[in-house]
């Protein structure tokens, strides 16, 4: 009988038969270990030397990593054993060969796991990942579609900018240039008047021409848009869902975020409500001594880091290099060493820019859009999830809505996940007023032409609406507690990036 991995405690006493590939094994001479992975778990077959097993029993002491395999054996229950149960193996069948898998226990630079992503997602941590991810894609459908909104398939192909055309990829549509979707937003709007509460979810694409650990020139993006809602209403949406994820990844995930070292406290802290500022309030906070504080506090501590991190390597170092030390041992000491060295390294970048980005923010000039570190700041001083709400017209995309009160402003959001992450989501109230988007279309220097059919949704019956974009990627890499985003999507497109 195959059974998967994951349901094995449903079968302990009987035979079972287990599909999957060779994740890792070793031997002591007298018994075989071998590690199964099938996609559903992990699980350790054993195949003790015994005139049972003398068919196969040097078979499986050579088998290659990630020979694809069919055990058949007894399943015991052993709480120490990854997966929580052990296969008594007593049949082994090989279905693929592999050798020199080029992916070992040995340290690889992170370059060379993204060239063989097609590989590098079978590991654990990968496999945790994007496990994380594909719940986070499911709770967005699920929270959608069980609270009233239909989904609005928007085109990939547009004929203009949503977004700024700085970041616009331009196609050859039959010899007439058309641009890659930075977003649905234009299109849900139109949707929003026929449905009343809808979304789209897809990829989006942005000419991002720089490497920084937040941003992909391909990512996936939710986008609700409701007919009659104002800022407010908007805003509490946004919070509602975000709680929404975070409680269905907590419910489903413990194991995978444990493994990723993620300390679900942090997670279970995001409830209801989170940290509202208004733009003003943030840049305030920026210059005021809080904030100084933290930076003082942060570069000490990482200069601290760096230090110990030094005295750990040259400790590992010396015990791989020491006399008797088993091969398996040394392989250890040598990732353990290298995930040192990359820390430091990034610690090194960290500590270089920790001076420009205080002084960034000391002088942070009410006006300018908040940069990434101003972003981390401001997160960093918030235990739960930020709402930054009224940032300066100028600086905002041409749909969002003019503040009454004060003309400089527009009624957006963004919002900021906490520990340093930055911006999940940004959203708005939409103008809805046929006079003032005209008029901003026109100061801008869009081309009309390519917006009249947007113009179209004031000039007949309009209303006042709102929406917000989140992005799958940095969602997941802040739930997960990854530096960068490259590791929360299968295939990662980044500037210099797009193989395999
Ligand atoms: O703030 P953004 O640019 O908003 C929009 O696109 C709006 N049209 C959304 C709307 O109101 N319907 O992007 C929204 C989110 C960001 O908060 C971020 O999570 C993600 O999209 N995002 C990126 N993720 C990865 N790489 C990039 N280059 C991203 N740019 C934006």
């Given at each position: 009988?195959?059974?998967?991995?994951?349901?094995?405690?449903?079968?302990?006493?009987?035979?079972?038969?287990?599909?999957?590939?060779?994740?890792?094994?070793?031997?002591?001479?007298?018994?075989?270990?071998?590690?199964?992975?099938?996609?559903?778990?992990?699980?350790?077959?054993?195949?003790?030397?015994?005139?049972?097993?003398?068919?196969?029993?040097?078979?499986?002491?050579?088998?290659?990593?990630?020979?694809?395999?069919?055990?058949?054996?007894?399943?015991?229950?052993?709480?120490?054993?990854?997966?929580?149960?052990?296969?008594?193996?007593?049949?082994?069948?090989?279905?693929?060969?592999?050798?020199?898998?080029?992916?070992?226990?040995?340290?690889?630079?992170?370059?060379?796991?993204?060239?063989?992503?097609?590989?590098?997602?079978?590991?654990?941590?990968?496999?945790?990942?994007?496990?994380?991810?594909?719940?986070?894609?499911?709770?967005?459908?699920?929270?959608?579609?069980?609270?009233?909104?239909?989904?609005?398939?928007?085109?990939?192909?547009?004929?203009?900018?949503?977004?700024?055309?700085?970041?616009?990829?331009?196609?050859?549509?039959?010899?007439?240039?058309?641009?890659?979707?930075?977003?649905?937003?234009?299109?849900?709007?139109?949707?929003?008047?026929?449905?009343?509460?809808?979304?789209?979810?897809?990829?989006?694409?942005?000419?991002?021409?720089?490497?920084?650990?937040?941003?992909?020139?391909?990512?996936?993006?939710?986008?609700?848009?409701?007919?009659?809602?104002?800022?407010?209403?908007?805003?509490?949406?946004?919070?509602?869902?975000?709680?929404?994820?975070?409680?269905?990844?907590?419910?489903?995930?413990?194991?995978?975020?444990?493994?990723?070292?993620?300390?679900?406290?942090?997670?279970?802290?995001?409830?209801?409500?989170?940290?509202?500022?208004?733009?003003?309030?943030?840049?305030?906070?920026?210059?005021?001594?809080?904030?100084?504080?933290?930076?003082?506090?942060?570069?000490?501590?990482?200069?601290?880091?760096?230090?110990?991190?030094?005295?750990?390597?040259?400790?590992?170092?010396?015990?791989?290099?020491?006399?008797?030390?088993?091969?398996?041992?040394?392989?250890?000491?040598?990732?353990?060493?290298?995930?040192?060295?990359?820390?430091?390294?990034?610690?090194?970048?960290?500590?270089?820019?920790?001076?420009?980005?205080?002084?960034?923010?000391?002088?942070?000039?009410?006006?300018?859009?908040?940069?990434?570190?101003?972003?981390?700041?401001?997160?960093?001083?918030?235990?739960?999830?930020?709402?930054?709400?009224?940032?300066?017209?100028?600086?905002?995309?041409?749909?969002?809505?003019?503040?009454?009160?004060?003309?400089?402003?527009?009624?957006?959001?963004?919002?900021?996940?906490?520990?340093?992450?930055?911006?999940?989501?940004?959203?708005?109230?939409?103008?809805?007023?046929?006079?003032?988007?005209?008029?901003?279309?026109?100061?801008?220097?869009?081309?009309?032409k390519d917006y009249e059919w947007y113009l179209d949704l004031r000039r007949y019956g309009s209303v006042p609406h709102g929406g917000f974009g989140l992005g799958v990627e940095r969602t997941v890499a802040w739930l997960c507690g990854l530096k960068h985003i490259r590791e929360t999507i299968p295939f990662p497109r980044m500037m210099g990036r797009f193989y395999p």
């Amino acid at each position: 009988m195959f059974v998967a991995i994951k349901d094995l405690c449903e079968h302990v006493g009987q035979t079972v038969t287990l599909r999957g590939w060779l994740y890792h094994r070793r031997d002591s001479g007298k018994i075989a270990f071998l590690v199964l992975r099938d996609g559903t778990g992990l699980c350790q077959c054993v195949v003790p030397k015994s005139p049972q097993t003398q068919g196969f029993f040097e078979q499986a002491r050579r088998l290659g990593q990630e020979t694809t395999l069919k055990v058949t054996g007894v399943v015991r229950a052993n709480e120490k054993q990854i997966g929580g149960h052990e296969l008594d193996v007593t049949a082994l069948e090989v279905v693929g060969e592999s050798s020199d898998y080029p992916i070992t226990p040995k340290p690889h630079g992170i370059d060379f796991l993204m060239r063989h992503r097609h590989l590098h997602f079978r590991s654990r941590r990968q496999w945790s990942i994007l496990r994380v991810r594909h719940s986070v894609v499911d709770e967005i459908r699920q929270y959608y579609n069980r609270n009233g909104f239909t989904l609005i398939d928007t085109p990939i192909f547009a004929p203009a900018a949503g977004e700024g055309a700085q970041t616009l990829f331009q196609v050859d549509y039959f010899g007439e240039p058309v641009y890659l979707a930075q977003t649905g937003q234009l299109y849900v709007e139109t949707a929003c008047m026929a449905f009343g509460k809808v979304y789209c979810f897809g990829p989006t694409f942005r000419a991002e021409k720089s490497k920084t650990r937040r941003h992909l020139t391909e990512f996936w993006m939710v986008e609700p848009e409701v007919a009659f809602a104002d800022l407010d209403e908007v805003v509490d949406l946004a919070e509602d869902f975000v709680c929404a994820i975070v409680a269905r990844v907590l419910r489903d995930h413990r194991e995978d975020l444990a493994f990723l070292g993620r300390d679900v406290a942090d997670l279970e802290a995001i409830q209801k409500p989170f940290h509202r500022l208004t733009y003003s309030q943030a840049a305030e906070m920026l210059r005021g001594p809080k904030a100084r504080a933290l930076l003082e506090r942060d570069l000490a501590d990482k200069k601290a880091r760096v230090e110990e991190l030094g005295r750990l390597m040259s400790e590992k170092e010396s015990q791989a290099g020491g006399q008797g030390v088993k091969q398996w041992k040394r392989d250890k000491l040598a990732a353990e060493v290298a995930a040192h060295r990359e820390e430091r390294t990034d610690l090194e970048e960290v500590i270089r820019n920790i001076p420009h980005h205080a002084e960034l923010a000391a002088n942070f000039q009410w006006g300018k859009d908040l940069g990434g570190s101003d972003e981390t700041i401001i997160s960093r001083l918030h235990d739960r999830p930020v709402f930054v709400t009224h940032y300066p017209r100028d600086v905002k995309a041409f749909y969002m809505k003019k503040n009454e009160q004060d003309e400089r402003l527009v009624n957006n959001f963004d919002l900021l996940a906490p520990q340093g992450y930055g911006e999940i989501i940004g959203g708005s109230q939409r103008e809805d007023d046929y006079d003032v988007l005209s008029e901003r279309i026109n100061a801008l220097g869009l081309d009309r032409k390519d917006y009249e059919w947007y113009l179209d949704l004031r000039r007949y019956g309009s209303v006042p609406h709102g929406g917000f974009g989140l992005g799958v990627e940095r969602t997941v890499a802040w739930l997960c507690g990854l530096k960068h985003i490259r590791e929360t999507i299968p295939f990662p497109r980044m500037m210099g990036r797009f193989y395999p």
